[in-house]
Each structure stands twice: as C-alpha cells, then as structure tokens.
Nanobody, 123 residues
C-alpha cells in the first residue's frame, strides 16, 4: 500500500504559475515511477507527466510540454509539478499516481492514486 498526499492546488489567473507536490509514504520502494493525471467533469483522467525515481526519466503529454516540469526529491519521496503559462484549459482536478514503470504509470487500473487537488485557471 502506498499513500499519496497532494498539495499546492488553487486558483490562478491565466499566464500564472502553480507548483503541485505529491508526498508518498508506505511501500514506496515498489513504485519506480510517479506522475500526474488530471480530470475535468465528464471526461476521463488524462496523463499529464511522469518521472522515474532512478535516473529521472520524464514523459509529458503534448498539451503541457514546454510549460510543465516534473521533478522529484528522492530523499523526501516527493514529486513536484511546476506549471507555468497556465491557461483556462488546464483547469482540472490533478491526481498523483504511482507505477512500476513510466509505461505502467499511464495505465489507470495499475498503481496507487492520491485524492486529487483542484487547479482553477481564470481567463
């Protein structure tokens, strides 16, 4: 069992920035990757970004490439998502997730999920 606690969501105007954090506890050693998804009402959760604990390999959705940066602090078992140049289309609940690999991270049925944090971008 892995517990994930997200923080850092909130409200921001278009063009602004936010940084999300996800602190992992429990059997973290079994999850070699962590990342972020987001979901808006009526839509499925979509992959945003992922990173491996070892090596720091990253992967991003096309819609956030160049604007979002994922990073990790292995000593704190924490993953961050720096979000810049936010626009209203980025408004969503953002979820942290684990995976054995970056590929498995993108499979919703595998791994553990956090409770989510709301990000609202106003125009």
């Amino acid at each position: 069992q892995v517990n994930l606690e997200e923080s850092g969501g909130g409200w921001v105007q278009a063009g602004g920035s936010l940084r999300l954090s996800c602190a992992a506890s429990g059997r973290v050693f079994g999850s070699r990757a962590m990342g972020w998804f987001r979901q808006t009402p009526g839509k499925e959760r979509e992959f945003v970004a992922g990173i491996t604990w070892t090596g720091g390999q990253t992967d991003y959705a096309a819609s956030v490439t160049g604007r979002f940066t994922i990073s990790r602090d292995s000593a704190k078992n924490t993953v961050y998502l720096q979000m810049n140049s936010l626009n209203p289309e980025d408004t969503a609940v953002y979820f942290c997730k684990t995976g054995m690999t970056l590929t498995e991270l993108k499979v919703p049925a595998l791994g553990f999920w956090g409770q989510g944090t709301q990000v609202t971008v106003s125009s």
